[in-house]
C-alpha cells in the first residue's frame, strides 16, 4: 500500500517543486505543472523571448497563455482527501493498535514476573522452612542423646562413688583391725571386713572426646552435598524465557542470508562428545511400570504398576518415557541398556499419550523414530515400517542429532563408533529423547564427563 500511494504522488506532483500540484496547468506538449512555478520559470525566460518545457526542452514562441487542467485538478484534490490522507489514517490506527498491544504486552510480562518472583519466594520459604524443620529435628535428637548419655555416665559415677565410699570404709576398718592385739577379736571381725561387693562394670565406659556425634555431622554433611548436586544439576531448568512480539511493520525486509552448509558428522567418540547433552527423564511422562532412579536417568520395568499422579504427559498404554529437556542444534546422548530389550527414540512433544503402538509407541507413527534394542537383533522403526539394522549384540547406544540438517544417527559405543542405522529427513519441531523398557529390563541415560 505505501508502494501505490508513493507512485499516485510522483504522478500528480510538480517536476519544479517536486510537491503535489497547486492549481495544475498542462502546456500545450502535455506535461503539467503548478501554475505559479511554471509561471516563475517562465519569468526567467522573459530576456530571451524564447520558453522552454522544464521535462522535454521543447521550446515555446510567443509565451503560451497558461490555462487550467480542471480534471487533474479535480484528481489532486481527490488524491489529497482521500488517498493519501484514507493510506496515514490506516497507519496512524494501525501504530495506535500495536501500541496497545506492545503495552498490552509490558503489563503481561510485568504481571508474569511478579507472579514468578512471589510464587518462587513462596516455594523457596517452603524449602527454608523444611530445612529449619529438619535442623530443629536434628538438634533435638542430638540433646535427646545427650541426655541419654549424660543420664548413663551419672548413673556410672554414682555407683562409683558409692564403691568407692565403701572401699575406704572397709580400708578404715582393715587398718584399725590390723592395730588390735585381741587375736581372738581380729579373727571374728575379719570375715565381715574382708567382705567386699562385686566390683561396678567398667567395660561401657568409652571415652571419645568430641566423637559422639560424628555419625550425625556426617549425614548431615553427606545430605547438604547431595542438595548441592541436586541444585547444580536441576538449576539450568529454572530459566527466564522472553517473549518478543513481531509487529508488521511497512518497511522492506532485508533478504534473509542464505543457509550455511551443514557441518560435516563426527567421527571418533572424542569428537561426538563435543556435542554432549546432559538430558534427564521427565517423571510426568512416565508410564506407570516403569521405575526412575539415579536422579531421573534411569528407567527400570517393574511388573506392579506405582502410584503415580495423573498427569496429561503420562504416557498409558506404552511402557515408555520422554526427556525433560527440547533437543535443538547439535546433541548427542548415550543409553546404556540390559535385559530382554529397550527402544532408543526421538519423539515431537504431541506425540500421542494414549492408545498402544499405532498412536503413542515409538517408531511407529510419524512422529517419533526408534531404534528396537533386542537380544534377537536390532530394528530401526519409523511410521511403522520396520528396517533391519546388521550388527551384533551391543549393550551402550551413541545417538546424535543435527536438528537443523535433519539428520539422526545411532552408533554402537565401544572402542570404535559403528554407524548401526543413519536417517536423513526434515524435523518440524523440537524432539525429545525417549525410552522404552520391556519386561525385566533397565535403559539408561548415562552420565558422561
Not at 133 to 148: A, L, N
Not at 149 to 160: A, D, G, I, T, Y
Request: some cysteine; overall charge negative.
Amino acid at each position: 500500500m505505501a508502494q501505490k500511494h508513493q507512485l499516485d504522488q510522483e504522478t500528480f506532483s510538480c517536476s519544479i517543486c517536486l510537491d503535489l500540484l497547486k492549481d495544475p496547468v498542462t502546456i500545450s506538449c502535455g506535461h503539467s505543472y503548478c501554475r505559479s512555478c511554471i509561471k516563475s520559470h517562465w519569468d526567467g525566460e522573459d530576456q530571451r523571448r524564447i520558453y522552454s518545457c522544464p521535462q522535454c526542452r521543447q521550446t515555446f514562441k510567443p509565451r503560451p497563455v497558461l490555462k487550467k487542467n480542471i480534471m487533474l485538478a479535480a484528481l489532486v484534490e481527490q488524491l489529497k482527501k482521500t488517498g493519501l490522507r484514507r493510506y496515514i489514517q490506516q497507519r496512524i490506527h494501525d501504530r495506535e493498535k500495536d501500541m496497545k498491544l506492545l503495552q498490552q504486552q509490558v503489563e503481561a510480562v510485568s504481571l508474569s514476573a511478579d507472579k514468578a518472583v512471589e510464587d518462587s519466594e513462596k516455594i523457596f520459604t517452603q524449602l527454608i522452612r523444611l530445612l529449619q524443620e529438619r535442623s530443629s529435628d536434628v538438634k533435638q535428637q542430638i540433646r535427646s542423646q545427650q541426655q541419654t548419655e549424660v543420664s548413663r555416665v551419672k548413673e556410672l559415677q554414682e555407683k562409683l562413688q558409692q564403691e568407692i565410699t565403701e572401699l575406704k570404709r572397709k580400708d578404715a576398718e582393715l587398718k584399725q583391725l590390723s592395730h588390735t592385739e585381741d587375736h581372738n577379736q581380729f579373727l571374728h571381725n575379719y570375715p565381715s571386713v574382708s567382705q567386699l561387693s562385686e566390683p561396678t562394670d567398667s567395660s561401657s565406659i568409652n571415652i571419645r572426646p568430641l566423637r559422639y556425634f560424628e555419625d550425625v555431622t556426617a549425614a548431615v554433611s553427606e545430605l547438604r552435598d547431595l542438595l548441592q548436586d541436586i541444585l547444580r544439576e536441576e538449576w539450568t531448568n529454572v530459566s527466564l524465557t522472553r517473549t518478543e512480539v513481531d509487529l508488521p511493520m511497512p518497511e522492506p525486509e532485508p533478504d534473509p542470508e542464505p543457509e550455511p552448509e551443514p557441518e560435516p558428522e563426527p567421527k571418533t567418540r572424542a569428537e561426538f562428545l563435543e556435542y554432549l547433552c546432559e538430558i534427564t527423564l521427565d517423571p510426568n511422562t512416565a508410564h506407570r511400570q516403569l521405575i526412575l532412579s539415579e536422579r531421573n536417568r534411569k528407567a527400570k520395568w517393574t511388573l506392579r504398576p506405582l502410584i503415580y499422579p495423573n498427569h496429561p504427559d503420562r504416557f498409558t498404554d506404552a511402557c515408555q518415557v520422554l526427556s525433560r529437556e527440547s533437543l535443538t542444534g547439535r546433541c548427542y546422548w548415550e543409553v546404556e541398556w540390559s535385559g530382554t530389550g529397550a527402544d532408543i527414540a526421538v519423539a515431537y512433544e504431541d506425540i500421542s499419550r494414549t492408545g498402544y503402538w499405532r498412536e503413542s509407541g515409538f517408531g511407529c507413527n510419524g512422529k517419533s523414530w526408534s531404534l528396537v534394542c533386542h537380544t534377537d537383533g536390532p530394528t530401526f522403526l519409523f511410521n511403522n515400517i520396520r528396517t533391519p539394522v546388521s550388527s551384533l549384540c551391543f549393550s551402550r547406544v551413541g545417538v546424535y542429532l543435527d536438528h537443523r540438517a535433519g539428520i539422526l544417527s545411532f552408533y554402537s559405543v565401544s572402542e570404535t563408533m559403528t554407524l548401526l542405522h543413519r536417517v536423513q529427513t526434515t524435523f518440524t519441531q523440537p524432539l525429545y529423547a525417549g525410552l522404552w523398557v520391556g519386561n525385566e529390563s533397565t535403559a539408561e541415560l548415562c552420565k558422561l564427563k
